[in-house]
Each structure stands twice: as structure tokens, then as C-alpha cells.
């Protein structure tokens, strides 16, 4: 939705593109957090179980990545100015969620979001001109693609019953 | 000794200037040295209608009106007769009033007061500039003993911008009418006293309500005006200026409260003074500062209600809704100022136990004293400053409880801008952090917390003021509270002066309730009169919930807006008597 | 913008407590916590500095599932406890959340005059056209037709409020509208209406997932607005008179006006001089 169009621009510095990736790792762990913490709050405990599994996965990527650079001195960037454009890319939205969804629903969705993270890596890596940014993006794209792989097993496991929206004949209640 | 005194009323149309009248007598009794209570009265018109000023004067402290007037000087006759019922006359009352208009109207001649005319136009036109009032008040100086050299002063200090020539006109229509005086016949006179060495002060209710808020700490107020509160804010926005405060014109009442809540919130203590509509706008948020415990005052000067009631004049019918108006069980402090000078105390005493409870704190004052003006005894240096218990630094490892459980029930308090004590202060029921919470163990819990911090308090002996005759209580007490405390005090005195024995009791802690202190206090006590201007008995029916009374109690109730004279109360101490025999 | 002075000490979820939002999964307001968290991360603001304050609605729940100082007030009145709060603290960011009910129906009168006021406030109001907290009924934003409250089982049948419009024509300093679709932007918004002065006004388009599911569609409804914000009053009017209201992500107004800001003044010690006056 956002006008600039910074997907366009090639990243040359390696510590471009690890702010990036420790942006991304960050916004992704921590919103697979909060979808978990949400479900959680509905009692959907097989929903959140598949977002909390993906929390663990990106904050393992995340510790990696924060020793990876804990003695460089990388850039600071605005949420606004990453080259992205808009959220993260591996972050799912949050208006996509939903309290009826299904276990595979939501599966999809995180390979929707995971997949992004792969493109945006492969782009990073076609365009740069610097070849230590390509090697490094390259890996991130791979390590991106196993969670794809992860994805494409649990979805390919679901039974039937995960397949079904949650049906809750309860009606929506009164609060404040 | 009953006080000796002298009252009068000076009335008038639009234009007659009786209030600038009454005010310059005020100011030249204070000058002379004696003591002094004006009210005033005046029809439904902004500018231009009818007005009556009331004064007494003693020359000691004066603590009520009297029964009736001694004297009634009108400048015209333009519907005097609104004023009848608050002007009682008797027939050793002089009504003085000028030829030019006429005679005075049967309704001021009920019962049969002298007469006597005062060509108060005539006289003052044969004096450049000269003014009717000026005569009046020439004539009244006269009758009443006030020395013309108290009168010089104050009117060279009220005229000083006007120059020379307005101030000596003033002063020729002054000693014309001294010398028209001679002609009248004799009301009291005070006599000449020697330089009273105490120190005075004049000041109205509503000025000292404002000046017993900034003693006690508050420096922010916002506020939406409203008769008879008003003057409380017209002082407090220059005056909290000086002091480092701030006062905020909001757009309603609940801007008003709710501003204030935020406020305090952020540790600044604050107040809002209104009167009963705007306090029935303002009773949601005085449950949120109860569940959320942010310490604050709101003052409300009391006029007839219900609805927009009569705004001019004063009721003390705003006790049920003080004290009973919150939703949900929610435990508050109530506090009534019982005098002008008591609205200073008590005021600040609220500020006090607002920011040591961090409780909202009700005063409950009214038009009467607030809109009075007297001429009293310098009131004493209180110590009393709103000191709030505050969270100062985090503890390590452990996460801030704004609403802690506590033996005194007051937690200690977090102010934003302090690291480490984050929290959200809610409305709704919450845990010991905050946090909301539909347990009911948390709900017991912070309900019994709430309640705890204000009925473990210590309020001293500040409940009541307990007077007993010169003679002794005998087993005979006055209860009562608010503005009925003044003719109350003067009934008690004058029932010592035939030999009577009684006590007052004028409760200023209206809630929480004080069944020992008042089991203390009514000791020995068999025959009680409750009073208080409430058309219900409002008062008397908490009592009645509340205390152990004796068995012999009378209830004087009656609505507003004609104040209770001595004589009313002294009436029914005698009954109380006579029923003992 | 990129720098390689590292100013940030917080990230977004330093702002934000342990306790779990209770908002159905998909809300908008999610997005909106997401985006104050980060703006606050970005102004690298201690979060002992801000104050959150609410009324009641879901929206207004925001405070407590932040980590800054909070106030969780009665419906409505979440303007005047801020205002109150920003007078006496000058020192402190103050952030007003809520609903458009909360804003616009209950607390309306307070809104107009928070924007006549121009207190240094940032007013993010979370407009879904619904009350969710009671389940479902038309608010001041809701279209006249929608039929989908027992309340008004015919719609309300009367016109939208307009809040920018309203909120222009009253005074407000800095007006925005976002959409919850696009938490970034939000964010970006959110930082610069919190740093202009005065009163800062963000309209939020926030889906309510449970009595608006229709509202999913707003994601693709908005559009990025065209033009750039104008300090000019007149424009910004003219610009609404003809917005469908999707237009989003950018500025719409920033004016001058100087914030209500009376000082403290520092003269302690004074009680005496007003005493002074009453005295014979």
C-alpha cells in the first residue's frame, strides 16, 4: 500500500542486510509470538501450538543472527525506511488471523509469510553488487526455504479435522 | 454573654447601588473595629434588578444572622416585597425609606414595624454628584454608632480611581445623610470600641474555601462555572498563579473531574468546585477516582435543588447525594465546613485526607456561607498538607503492585516519570497491579482495602466541633452540621444566658461515619435536636442509620432557602426541656 | 532513514506489559498496539515518560498492555484525564486511545474541545463503526443503513459523524488517517503526530472481526492518499468534503496553532502575600 517502492532497491552493505535480517527475525518471532499468545487467550490451542513452534524456530534464527553481529555496529533503520516496504515480510498480518481458523489455515498462512522471506533474500541476492551480501542472503534464503519445507510437511500431515474452520455455536458476549 | 448587635438590610432597584452600599458599610465596620456578616439577596436579572445587602454587626465575633432586622433601608420600593421572607421584621423594626417613591408596600408591614422617611433622592441632589446610597448610608452610620473617619477611608480607597471630586461628593451625600439621621428614630447602637488589637480578616466562604485549598497542597483546578461555586475559582485562578498552580476553565463538569483525576495522577494534587447539578455530572468519575484511589477534592457550594432548583440560595440538601450518590460500594470521604472561617479549615483539612487516603474527598459548603462576607477573627495556621505516599524507586526483582495490600490500606503510589513503577491505574476491578480482574476474592480484597484505608484513619478530634453552654451540656445537645451551625451556636448561647445547659455537636466528618466518637460525645445526653435545612431530614435519617441517638430526639428540618434564625432552635431546646418536666 | 549512529536503546517490545490482549484474533487494534509500540521504540522514549490513557471500549483496553504509565478511565472521558494528566505534567507524552464511540458519542463534547484546546496530545481513535464491548450496536460512525444490531434492526438511519471533518473544523493541530492493514505506516503516522505540537489527531480504520466481519474487505478498500498534507485549513476541508473516507497512510493536515500550554509559575512561598489581602 505504501507508495515508495524501496522492494526496488538493491542492498550493498552487509550491515544493510543485517539489520534487515535481525528486523525481520525480530518482527517474525515476535508476531508468531503474539498469534500464539492470541489463540492461547481463545483456548485454539492447536492453532497456537503451530504459531508458538514457529516463535521458537525465528528466535533461534534470532539468537544466531544476534551473535552473528553482536560486535558490529550496524545501522539503524526506521520500520518505514526497510526494503521491504511495509511489514516485515515473514511477519504475518495481523488482520489475517482469524479466532475460527483452522490448524491448516493458519499453516498456510505461515508458508505464505515464509515464502515472502525467501523471495525477499533471493531478490536481495540477485540485485546486490557486493558478493559477501549475496553469499550471506543466499544462506538466509535456504534457511528460509527449510522453513518452507517444515511448512509444506505439517500441512501435507493435517487430518481432516484440521482442515475445518472452528465452529462455535456460542454467541459473541456482552463486556464493559 | 448573647453577642449585642445590630442588623440591617439595605435594598434597592437596579441602579440604587445597595450591594456597593453594603459592601462600603462592611469594610467601614472593619475599620472601626467591629465584627461583621453580610449576605446578599437579589431577583432573577443579570444586571438591574432588585437587591437587598443583609449585615449584622457586633463587636465581637458573630457566627449567624439574627431572628429579625432592626432596621430596613430602602432606597426604593422596586419589588422589595421578593425580600420579605429573608428580611423578617418585627414591630420594633424601623423601615426607612424615601417619600419620592411612596409609601412602603403591605407586604413588608405585616408586623406592624415603625416607619419613618429618609428623602434620600432630595438630599442627594442638592450635592453635585451625590447619590442616594451615600445618604443611606450616612444615615445608617449615624443610628448604628460607626464613626465617619472609618467611613472616610474606605470610601477614599474605593474611589481612588475616580478621583478627588467623586470621593468628596460621596462624603457631602455621607454627612447629609448623618445629619437627616437625627430626624429618624433610634435603632441599637453599637458602642465605640477601642483598637481591637486581634487580628481580623475579611473574607468571604467561598475566598476561604479557595485559600484552605492552596494551603493544603492543591495547584491544579479545572472547572466549569456555576452559581454559587464560582467565586471559589474566580479567586483560585489569580491566586493559584502566584503559587506555582494552574486553574483550567474545562468544558463541562465531567471534563472538570476527569481533568483533575488526571491531574492528580500524575502527582499534582487537585480540586474542582461546583455546586449540586454539576456534582450530580460529576459522580461517575468520582467512582473511578475511588476504584483507581487517586486523591482529590471537589467542593460543592449547596443551592436549592432539585434540578436547577433556585441557584441563588442556599440548601443543605446535597448530603444524600455526597454521601450516598456512588455507584457500587465505594467508600469516600465527605467533610462539611460548619462557618465562613471553617470553609478554610475544612477545605484544607480535605486536601489532607485526600492525599493521605488518595481518596476522593467531598466538601460540602453552601451559598450562604459561601457568598457571605465577614469580618472575623483571623483564622489559626493549620498544619495540615496534603502529603501523598509515594513509590519512589523499584525494588529489584520485584514487579511494582500499585494497589498493594497494605495493613493502613493506602498503597503507596507510583508517579509517572518514576522508572521501574509502570502501571495502568483502572476503573476497573483489579488485582494488587492493576491488572483487571472479575475474581471475587480480588474483588473482596481491594473492596476491603478501599474500605480499610478510610475507617482505620485517624481524623483527631476535627469529626465535630463539640460545644457546651458556659453553664454546662447538661443532657441536652443541638446536633447539626453545615451553615445550621451558626444560628445553632448563637441559640446555644442565648439558652446559657437564661441558665440553660446544652451541648453542640456540629459534625464536619459527615462520612465515614464516627459512631464512637459520637457514643463519646452524646455521654450523658438524653434529649437531642437535630437540625439542618433539608425539606427531607436528610441528615436526621442518617443519623438515625448510623448512630445510637437518644431516645428523646427532635428532627428541625425544613428546605431552603430561608435560613434558620436562633430563636427557631431555641424554640425547640426549650420543648425538649419542657418535656422533660 | 538510514544512520549509523545507533540513537535506539528500546525495541517495540519493551512498550508493551505481560498481560495478553482479550481481543478476538484478527482485531485491529492488535496493529494499533503494534504500531504505538514501535513508535515508541523509534522516538526511543523511556516508557516511564509516556502515559496511555483510555476510556472504555475495546480499544481502550490499549493501556495496560503496554509497559508505559496507564490510566483506564470511564467511557468517554479519556480526553479531559489526559488533558488534566499533559497540563500538569508538561514533561510527560501523553497518548489518548479509544473507540469511536468512546470519542465520538459519549465523549463527544470532548473531543471538540480537546481540538479547540490544542493540548499537546496524540489522539489515536480506533474507528470500527461498532460497539463491541456490548455486542454489536450501531456507534456514531456506523452507516445509517446497516441492519446488523438489534438495537436498530433497521440501521440508525441517520448520518455518519465525520471525525476529521469535525475534528478540522474544531481546531485540532495534525490530522491523519491510517488503516490497520498497514502497521508500518501506522507507525510512521503515530511518530509524527506525536512529535508535532498541539493536538494530534489519527483516525484509525480498525476491521472488528466479530460484528463487522464484512469490514475485512477495508485491507482492500484503501488506497495510499495522493497528495501531501497541507497546513492549510481550507484545503484540508475541501479535501474531506470529497474523501470516501479510504483515503489512507498519509497526512492530511498539520496547522500552526500554538498548544494550550499555561505554565506553572515558580513563585512558591506566596501563601503569605494572599493572606495578606484578606487581612485588616
Known amino acids: 500500500m505504501s507508495e515508495a517502492t524501496p522492494q526496488d532497491q538493491p542492498i550493498n552493505s552487509l550491515g544493510v542486510l543485517l539489520a534487515h535480517a535481525l528486523a525481520m527475525e525480530n518482527d517474525a518471532a515476535d508476531r508468531y509470538g503474539e498469534l500464539a499468545d492470541q489463540m492461547e487467550m481463545h483456548r485454539k490451542k492447536d492453532v497456537a501450538s503451530i504459531f508458538r513452534r514457529l516463535e521458537k524456530a525465528e528466535k533461534k534464527h534470532l539468537v544466531e543472527l544476534e551473535e552473528l553481529t553482536a560486535e558490529m555496529d550496524l545501522p539503524h533503520i526506521s520500520p518505514w525506511d526497510f526494503k521491504w516496504g511495509g511489514e516485515s515480510p515473514e511477519a504475518i498480518a495481523v488482520d489475517r488471523v482469524s479466532y475460527q481458523m483452522s490448524v491448516r489455515g493458519a499453516i498456510l498462512l505461515a508458508l505464505d509469510h515464509e515464502k515472502q522471506a525467501y523471495g525477499f533474500y533471493s531478490r536481495v541476492a540477485a540485485q546486490t553488487s557486493d558478493s559477501e551480501v549475496r553469499r550471506l542472503a543466499r544462506q538466509f534464503a535456504d534457511e528460509e526455504l527449510q522453513h518452507v519445507a517444515w511448512l509444506e510437511e505439517w500441512r501435507d500431515k493435517c487430518g481432516p479435522d484440521d482442515e475445518m474452520p472452528f465452529d462455535d455455536p456460542d454467541p459473541p458476549l456482552s463486556q464493559e | 454573654?448573647?453577642?449585642?448587635?445590630?442588623?440591617?438590610?439595605?435594598?434597592?432597584?437596579?441602579?440604587?447601588?445597595?450591594?456597593?452600599?453594603?459592601?462600603?458599610?462592611?469594610?467601614?465596620?472593619?475599620?472601626?473595629?467591629?465584627?461583621?456578616?453580610?449576605?446578599?439577596?437579589?431577583?432573577?436579572?443579570?444586571?438591574?434588578?432588585?437587591?437587598?445587602?443583609?449585615?449584622?454587626?457586633?463587636?465581637?465575633?458573630?457566627?449567624?444572622?439574627?431572628?429579625?432586622?432592626?432596621?430596613?433601608?430602602?432606597?426604593?420600593?422596586?419589588?422589595?416585597?421578593?425580600?420579605?421572607?429573608?428580611?423578617?421584621?418585627?414591630?420594633?423594626?424601623?423601615?426607612?425609606?424615601?417619600?419620592?417613591?411612596?409609601?412602603?408596600?403591605?407586604g413588608l408591614l405585616k408586623n406592624t414595624p415603625r416607619q419613618a422617611a429618609l428623602p434620600m433622592s432630595e438630599i442627594a441632589g442638592t450635592i453635585e454628584n451625590g447619590r442616594p446610597n451615600m445618604v443611606a448610608l450616612g444615615a445608617i452610620a449615624a443610628m448604628i454608632g460607626l464613626p465617619p473617619a472609618a467611613m472616610r477611608i474606605v470610601v477614599e480607597s474605593a474611589l481612588k480611581k475616580k478621583g478627588a471630586a467623586a470621593i468628596e461628593a460621596s462624603m457631602a451625600a455621607f454627612f447629609a445623610g448623618i445629619d437627616a439621621a437625627k430626624a429618624l428614630p433610634a435603632i441599637p447602637r453599637l458602642p465605640a470600641v477601642a483598637v481591637d488589637t486581634t487580628p481580623r480578616w475579611n473574607i468571604t466562604g467561598n475566598e476561604a474555601t479557595g485559600l484552605g485549598a492552596i494551603r493544603g497542597g492543591v495547584r491544579f483546578v479545572a472547572a466549569y462555572p456555576i452559581t454559587p461555586a464560582t467565586e471559589v475559582l474566580e479567586w483560585l485562578a489569580p491566586s493559584l498563579a502566584k503559587v506555582g498552580g494552574m486553574l483550567v476553565q474545562a468544558e463541562d463538569e465531567l471534563a472538570s473531574i476527569n481533568q483533575i483525576i488526571g491531574a492528580s495522577y500524575g502527582g499534582v494534587p487537585a480540586m474542582t468546585a461546583t455546586s449540586g447539578p454539576g456534582l450530580s455530572l460529576m459522580i461517575e468519575s468520582l467512582g473511578l477516582a475511588v476504584a483507581a484511589e487517586v486523591p482529590l477534592v471537589v467542593v460543592d457550594v449547596m443551592r436549592v435543588g432539585p434540578s436547577t432548583g433556585i441557584a441563588t440560595k442556599s440548601e443543605q440538601s446535597d448530603l444524600n447525594i455526597a454521601v450516598y450518590g456512588l455507584h457500587g460500594d465505594a467508600p469516600h470521604v465527605v467533610v462539611a465546613a460548619n462557618s465562613v472561617a471553617d470553609c478554610l479549615f475544612t477545605t484544607q483539612w480535605a486536601v489532607h485526607l485526600a492525599e493521605a487516603m488518595q481518596v476522593p474527598t467531598l466538601v460540602l459548603t453552601d451559598q450562604a456561607m459561601g457568598q457571605a462576607r465577614a469580618i472575623l477573627p483571623k483564622p489559626a495556621e493549620l498544619a495540615f498538607i496534603g502529603q501523598r505516599e509515594v513509590a519512589a524507586a523499584a525494588v529489584e526483582g520485584q514487579r511494582y503492585k500499585r494497589y498493594a495490600m497494605t495493613g493502613s490500606g493506602v498503597s503507596p503510589m507510583a508517579i509517572p516519570g518514576t522508572p521501574g513503577l509502570t502501571h495502568t491505574a483502572d476503573g476497573l476491578e483489579h488485582n494488587e497491579f492493576g491488572t483487571p480482574s472479575s475474581q471475587a476474592s480480588d474483588h473482596q480484597a481491594q473492596m476491603d482495602k478501599r474500605s480499610r484505608k478510610i475507617s482505620q484513619f485517624n481524623y483527631g478530634d476535627h469529626w465535630a466541633d463539640i460545644e457546651d453552654a458556659e453553664v454546662g451540656a447538661g443532657d441536652t445537645a443541638i446536633i447539626t452540621w453545615g451553615s445550621a451551625t451558626g444560628p445553632a451556636r448563637e441559640a446555644l448561647q442565648r439558652h446559657a444566658d437564661a441558665g440553660g445547659k446544652a451541648r453542640l455537636i456540629s459534625l464536619r466528618l459527615i462520612a465515614p461515619v464516627q459512631p464512637e466518637k459520637m457514643a463519646e460525645a452524646l455521654r450523658g445526653i438524653t434529649r437531642a435536636v437535630v437540625v439542618e435545612q433539608s425539606h427531607s431530614g436528610q441528615f436526621y435519617r442518617m443519623l438515625r442509620a448510623f448512630y445510637e441517638l437518644p431516645a428523646k430526639t427532635l428532627s428541625l428540618h425544613q428546605g431552603g432557602p430561608l435560613p434558620f434564625g436562633p430563636q427557631q432552635i431555641l424554640d425547640q431546646l426549650k420543648q425538649l426541656a419542657a418535656g422533660s418536666a | 532513514m538510514e544512520s549509523c549512529v545507533q540513537k535506539k536503546k528500546y525495541l517495540a517490545k519493551d512498550y508493551k506489559s505481560e498481560l495478553k490482549p482479550i481481543w478476538c484474533p484478527g482485531c485491529g487494534d492488535y496493529t494499533v498496539l503494534n504500531a504505538i509500540t514501535r513508535a515508541l521504540a523509534e522516538m526511543a522514549l523511556p516508557p516511564e515518560e509516556v502515559a496511555v490513557v483510555s476510556g472504555i471500549g475495546c480499544s481502550s483496553r490499549i493501556p495496560a498492555y503496554t509497559s508505559v504509565y496507564g490510566f483506564h478511565g470511564v467511557h468517554g472521558r479519556a480526553l479531559p484525564v489526559a488533558t488534566g494528566l499533559k497540563l500538569a505534567r508538561p514533561d510527560l507524552t501523553v497518548l489518548v486511545t479509544g473507540g469511536d464511540g468512546d470519542g465520538f458519542s459519549i465523549g463527544g463534547n470532548h473531543f471538540l474541545h480537546a481540538c479547540r484546546r490544542n493540548v499537546d496530545l496524540t489522539y489515536i481513535v480506533m474507528d470500527n463503526q461498532v460497539y463491541g464491548m456490548t455486542k454489536g450496536q450501531a456507534s456514531p460512525t456506523t452507516a445509517p443503513d446497516w441492519e446488523g444490531s438489534k438495537l436498530t434492526p433497521e440501521g440508525t438511519g441517520i448520518n455518519p459523524f465525520q471525525p476529521l471533518v469535525v475534528g478540522l473544523a474544531s481546531g485540532a493541530n495534525f490530522i491523519a488517517r491510517v488503516s490497520a492493514s498497514d502497521p508500518v505506516n501506522m507507525a510512521q503516522i503515530i511518530v509524527e503526530a506525536v512529535r508535532h505540537p498541539g493536538f494530534s489527531l489519527v483516525q484509525v480504520l480498525s476491521p472488528c472481526v466479530t460484528f463487522r466481519p464484512e469490514q475485512a474487505v477495508w485491507r482492500d478498500t484503501v488506497r495510499t492518499a495522493v497528495v501531501d498534507y497541507t497546513d492549510d485549513a481550507a484545503r484540508a476541508a475541501r479535501r474531506l468534503m470529497t474523501d470516501d473516507g479510504f483515503n489512507v497512510g498519509k497526512v492530511l493536515y498539520k496547522g500552526s496553532r500554538p498548544p494550550y500550554r499555561p505554565e506553572f509559575e515558580v513563585s512558591e512561598g506566596s501563601i503569605g502575600e494572599l493572606e495578606a489581602r484578606f487581612a485588616l
Do not use: C, K
Open chain 2, 1 to 106: 454573654m448573647t453577642v449585642q448587635s445590630v442588623s440591617l438590610t439595605i435594598a434597592g432597584s437596579g441602579g440604587a447601588g445597595v450591594v456597593t452600599a453594603g459592601s462600603l458599610l462592611l469594610d467601614a465596620a472593619a475599620r472601626a473595629g467591629w465584627y461583621a456578616l453580610m449576605s446578599r439577596s437579589s431577583g432573577p436579572q443579570i444586571r438591574g434588578g432588585e437587591a437587598a445587602a443583609m449585615l449584622r454587626f457586633a463587636t465581637e465575633p458573630i457566627m449567624s444572622h439574627d431572628d429579625s432586622f432592626h432596621l430596613l433601608m430602602a432606597i426604593d420600593w422596586d419589588n422589595i416585597t421578593r425580600f420579605s421572607a429573608e428580611i423578617p421584621l418585627t414591630a420594633n423594626s424601623l423601615i426607612v425609606g424615601d417619600p419620592a417613591h411612596g409609601d412602603a408596600p403591605a
